[in-house]
């Protein structure tokens, strides 16, 4: 029997789909990745009886990244990243995505692709079809890979996409590789220059990326001109004259304003004095407000910003999960007009049973009404609920949403709201006044879209012409013009989509990044008002090349990326062009990065300036500043020399204690008192002074042989969580605390709680290989059953060590695990014992030759 693959873009997609596909009858096994599930059952594909089998991946499959020394920051220009080899890599390694494809697709005739409808779901088609190459034969021809269009997770829609299944699009796949390398190239080199040059001059910029992006610049570029305009406001006093009729009822001057007082002075005498306004004429007529257009991701961000108080990101984020939950139909779509075979009444007809809906429901097919023309952009069909659900069902974020994204579409189907407008006209000594009201006819669309309500119904007293009403006071007004306010992310997100910033998938990403890399603040009313840094950025852009932060070149990009996308350009040659026309600019930026230095200069403090004397420099012995800000720091201002330290704690000094090798003071880095903790030295920290060791390594990942602080000296066993990291022994916070730490992973042992000394002993345990301890308690604080206040044993196998051990359950493990694999641990290769612990050197003369070696 031939056999179907089929991929989708999650595991609770594929579930969803599997379950659709075989009528409830599929069978789940879990995939060896350990994320991925196989649905199988036995149907029928092109007239032929076949098993099926759905699986998934979990995003891109692979990502795009550069070879060899190009992924480090020290080792190449990043000028020559605009040139240098680029490849493909697993996107999560740890998933093991590839090799699991490639297993499920043994002995598999066809592949069937479930991918998101969009490009960036066609490039990971071709990803697929490259992990399954070896598997499947002629993987490439339309005979044996499909790919499957549908846009909501319901029976009909995937079932008809299942009957019209298609062969993926290359051309757009192409387009997103291009995207992807072009965003590596720019961003990557910008990215790296930028943060070394201003890391290494200033100390409270705040922030451990100063990033660049070619989507993310010119969005944070919108919110920078915003509040230049506020900076640059200058207020102007102006003056109105206003009157008050009897009944209470306040008048509009026609002349609306003045700039200038006595002018204002004039017109305000004119009218002081009158005792009667009259009644000129009086205007009534009916008024439409149009029910909106159908949902596209753009309103759904904006109105999501701007209403219910959820950022774009995180909105698109419950809006995923709506769609991969069958609730909502395809979230990401530019489209603004159902398709003329959409069933309109149908999905209404869903929601007559809810308690939620069923009256507006049931009333607005009563009523129904065709809805608007808008926009065709040839995607997706407008975002539109496919399922029933309550309030019950989710989190407070996600029922908001969802009842949003209902109450939208059931508005698009009600009338128009209608309502009656009054204008008064009054003439008070020549000087014209009105009068304006509005009364609700029709509430219309705002029936169900309780948030458009109509704002006052305001019944007024009628007039009619030649009435003669009494004023009740007259007064002179001053007031000032004001400043705009701050972008919300609903006015960025429209700029962005007017500009062509990014597309309605990216969007989302471009905005949360500015405010993740601390450019912008997210303020009361979801304002987006920009940081220091953000604002130097911006500026010092446009005092080297406005064009890096303006919308045209990347709204330039964009549309040659959709001419691959539409076959109507070449690849090669569209990536060629722009790569170039950004390396000129990059070689431009780097020749005038003073222009920049000079506003941060006036806007952040020098590194010798900044920070605390903390400890000794090993070159000069001069104290060396400590820079608590992101990334922390040492700076030492004599040599001018700047040592990154580990991030997300505290480094303080060791005891004073020195690094044999380059004389610099040990610190101790520590995220908390029972949290992870280690000693380092800063030099060796950032240079490491062993091939075995990598940069970012404290002294216990240190093959020193003789140092009493590395990992020769204090490694104890191999970790009992991971299977690359030593346990050893942290020594930093004794006597209070004793602990072992993991030196690759964060598996912490708190142990000998108020012990006064604990050391590594020369010798191994016979059972389990692991080193030895020496405990040495008060002879009046023992916890020794035998009085005794020495005890040298093992932390797996000693009977009386395992109280005194927090994580005894897992130390207990591990005891029995050595135990049943007794006979074949030993030494391993190279000298080392199987714990990963060097073999100690048996002379001086060893120890020496090993240290040189």
Known sequence: MKCVLMVAEKPSLAASLANILSNGKAITRKGFNGACSIHEWNGVFRDINVKFKFTSVCGHVSGLDFVGKYNSWNLCDPVDLFSCGVEKKEATPKLKMPQFLASEARGCDFLVLWLDCDKEGENICFEVMDAVSNSIRNVRSSQVTYRAKFSAITEKDIKHAFNNLQYPNENEAKSVDARQELDLRVGCAFTRFQTKFFQGRYGDLDSSLISFGPCQTPTLGFCVARHDEIQQFKPESFWYVQVTIDPEQKLEWQRVRIFEKEIAMIFFNIVKDQKEAIVESVTSKENFRSRPLALNTVELMRSASSGLG???????????????????SYPRTETTTYPTNFDLRGVLKMFESSNEYGEDAKNIQNNFCQPRKGEDCGDHPPITPSKLASRNDFDNDTWRLYDFIVRYYMGTLSKDLKYRSTVTRFLIDGEVFTNT?????????????????????????PFSKGDRVPIKDVKLIESQTGPPSYLTEADLISLMEKHGIGTDASIPVHINNITQRNYVTVEAGRRLKPTTLGIVLVHGYQKIDPELVL??????????????????????????????????????????????????????????????????????????????????????????????????????????????????ELLAWSNGNKGRSFPFCPYCYNNPPFNDMTRGSGCNSCTHPTCQHSLSSLGVAQCIECDKGILVLDCTSSPKNWKLGCNSCDCIINCFEDALKVSVDEEACNDCGAQLLQVLYKQTNTPFSDGDDKKTGCIFCSNEFMPLIEKHKAVENRRLNSTRGRSSRGRGKGGRSHRGRPKPPKDKMAQLAAYFV
């Open 310 to 328: 959820i950022g774009p990101h995180v909105a698109m984020q419950i809006a995923e999960k709506l769609y991969t939950q069958g609730y909502i």
């Open 437 to 461: 009201s509005n009364v609700l006819i029709d509430a219309g669309f705002t029936k169900v879209m309780t948030w458009q309500a109509f704002g006052k119904n305001e019944l007024t007293t």
């Open 551 to 664: 919308p045209t070149m990347r709204s330039a990009v964009e549309k040659q990326l959709n001419l691959i996308a539409q076959g109507s350009a070449d690849f090669r040659a569209v990536l060629r062009h722009a790569i170039d026309i950004f390396r000129l600019k990059f070689q431009y930026f780097v020749t005038n990065i003073s222009n920049m230095d000079s506003l941060f200069e006036v806007s952040f403090s020098s590194l010798a300036e900044s920070g605390k004397s903390h400890s000794r420099c090993g070159k000069c012995r001069r104290y060396m500043k400590y820079i608590q800000q992101k990334p922390a720091r040492l700076h030492c201002s004599h040599c001018d020399e700047t040592y990154s330290l580990p991030v997300g704690g505290i480094a303080r000094v060791y005891r004073e204690l020195k690094c044999p090798l380059d004389d610099f």
